[in-house]
């Protein structure tokens, strides 16, 4: 851009259009500035060195906010950070052109030797006070985080008394036994299955021992004993039972079928001794499904350690136990049939009835069908005398005799084992020192499914897994910050489907084609928001325009939900261009 004559001219070829990216972001600062988060961090970091141009707590910013919205390696984190406005990130341009993964791998390191259990307890509290979360059940689970690389050097050994954890291999929640992993911990609320702490553990680690930690830390952040903590199978132990009831906690969880409670409760069901009580009624997913219902019956004894069994018997539980074991017979019996026939077969190469017993054992154990279905091996010699040597045979020839085995198989299903099962089908065992009603702890329950959702959302969504840091400390530190994106997440989704339900809004048409969605992902809300960018129109460097991004109804719609105002997308478009 020039003058000449009192007039100012452009020369085309130095103009240059760049599209600035908000995308979200608008959304997850609303997240993060509500829970002071920024602050917070930097708050529990040491003061930074005045030679860094970007201070680890404004890197571990931009990587959050990475995650939120789209997760990139720490190597591609300043390229993507490049295409958005850096007043979003926190961040001023010459700060952003400097970003590397160099640099946010240091912040990694800060983090980690910092008090993050602190960090946690507080972040947690604030997002309890600030959203208004109800404590008064708390959910826990554990899932594996895989891990690509030896890790030859992650030996859990601590730095400045800080250790972190170490990758070993377990038993793998992905079926991925031939990689090393982590194992993460997580506790959400039932109030909108939000996260209320997080810690990551060895990768041999067992649930069992992880619970009585767990429900000490929580007690920390709600201040008190007063939830009751669900968990699964796992929490069913003498040592975690006592400990949480000890000391005036409440806890729920399933009997595992290893206990002799179990095989004692399902012997009396069988006896028709249980008096089975309705206690839901839910109409059926589809239209001309057959309602669901739950009934309960009060175990006659108390556990081992003298804690309340409640036995719920579901009916569509029922029907998937019984087609299940259906399956599994005719499965078995299949397989039974095709080695019969090979069996019958002159080339068979089965030598002994022990090498048949063990092929027909093998399959009915494959097929999971081992306590129903049972093969009998049935061994039929025949004799046959065999000249020796050549010619016509006369009074003086010698025969050798040789036995032929013959194998066969009969296949039988024990009804009676069969009649045994099917009595408690559809069966779990609750164990609890809750006094609550049977429906009541059913309710609680049934809200620990969606800690699943959050486990698939921080490994699929966020892409958790697999993690490839070579620093078993930065993985560590990793994990918060992948915690604080899940967290995130849940915190927008429990916002809009809250604002949802109180404008009695059934449904957004958030799907593609416009189809309808009740229960809106926060990973769909910002992959309807991304494309929102403003355009910037530079000549020579210089900015001449900047224009905000025109929203639709259902983004406008989405971000009034939320209430994330719409001049946060038009005043970002101040931020640009400047240094």
């Not at 179990?262 to 499904?289: C, F, H, L, S, T």
């Amino acid at each position: 851009m020039g003058t000449s004559a009192g007039r100012t001219w452009i020369d085309p070829d130095r103009m240059e259009v760049r599209r600035v990216g908000i995308g979200a972001l608008p959304v997850v600062n609303a997240v993060l500035g509500r829970l002071g988060f920024d602050e917070l961090v930097s708050s529990h970091l040491p003061e930074p060195d005045a030679r860094h141009r970007i201070e680890p707590a404004r890197a571990l910013g931009v990587l959050v906010r990475n995650l939120c919205v789209g997760r990139l390696p720490l190597y591609g984190l300043g390229a993507w950070a490049g295409g958005y406005t850096p007043a979003l990130l926190g961040l001023s341009g010459g700060q952003a052109r400097s970003l590397n993964d160099d640099k946010v791998g240091r912040a990694l390191d800060v983090l980690f030797l910092a008090d993050r259990a602190s960090l946690l307890v507080e972040l947690s509290l604030r997002v309890i006070r600030r959203y208004g979360i109800d404590v008064s059940e708390l959910h826990n689970d554990s899932t594996s985080i895989t891990l690509y690389g030896a890790y030859r050097a992650a030996t859990g050994k601590a730095r400045a008394g800080v250790r972190p954890p170490v990758p070993e291999r377990g038993f793998s929640k992905d079926h991925r036994g031939d990689l090393l992993q982590l194992v993460e911990i997580l506790t959400t609320s039932a109030d909108g299955a939000v996260p209320m702490a997080h810690r990551l553990a060895d990768g041999s680690t067992e649930d069992s021992t992880t619970h009585i930690d767990t429900w000490n830390q929580l007690v920390v952040i709600v201040g008190g004993v007063s939830f009751t903590y669900v968990a699964d199978c796992k929490l069913a132990t003498r040592d975690n039972m006592d400990h949480i009831a000890g000391r005036g906690g409440r806890f729920l969880t399933i009997l595992p079928r290893t206990r002799k409670e179990d095989q004692a409760g399902r012997a009396w069901i069988a006896a028709g001794a249980a008096a089975w009580e309705e206690i839901v009624r839910n109409p059926g997913k589809r239209k001309d499904d057959p309602p669901e219902i739950y009934w309960a019956a009060e175990a006659p004894s108390p556990s081992a350690e003298g804690y309340r069994i409640v036995w719920i018997r579901s009916s569509r539980k029922r029907d998937q136990d019984a087609g299940r074991r259906a399956e599994r017979v005719e499965r078995a019996r299949a397989a039974l049939a095709d080695l019969a026939a090979k069996l019958s077969s002159p080339r068979c190469q089965m030598k002994s009835a022990s090498a048949v017993e063990d092929a027909a054992t093998s399959i009915v154990a494959e097929a999971g069908a081992a306590a129903w279905v049972r093969a009998e091996v049935a061994d039929t010699v025949e004799v046959i005398h065999r000249q020796q040597g050549r010619g016509r045979p006369g009074k003086d020839t010698r025969y050798r005799r040789i036995e032929a085995h013959r194998f066969s198989l009969s296949v039988s299903v024990d009804a009676a084992a069969v009649a045994f099962d099917a009595a408690s089908d559809g069966c779990f065992p609750f164990v609890t020192n809750e006094a609550l009603s049977a429906a009541e702890l059913l309710r609680i329950y049934k809200a620990q499914p969606r800690l699943e959702r959050r486990h698939a959302t921080f490994k699929g969504v966020i892409e958790a897994a697999p993690l490839t840091l070579k620093s078993d400390s930065r993985l560590d530190a990793l994990g918060f910050c992948l915690y604080v994106a899940l967290l995130v997440h849940a915190l927008v989704e429990r916002e809009l489907r809250v604002a949802m339900a109180a404008q009695a809004i059934p449904n957004l048409p958030l799907y593609y084609e416009d189809r309808a969605c009740a229960t809106p992902s926060a990973a769909r809300v910002f992959e309807v928001l991304e494309p929102l960018a403003a355009t910037a129109v530079f000549h020579a460097g210089t900015l001449l325009s900047v224009t905000a991004p025109a929203l639709d109804p259902l983004q406008r719609q989405l971000l009034g939900l939320l209430g994330v105002p719409i001049a946060a997308y038009r005043r970002v478009t101040d931020a640009v261009g400047r240094p």
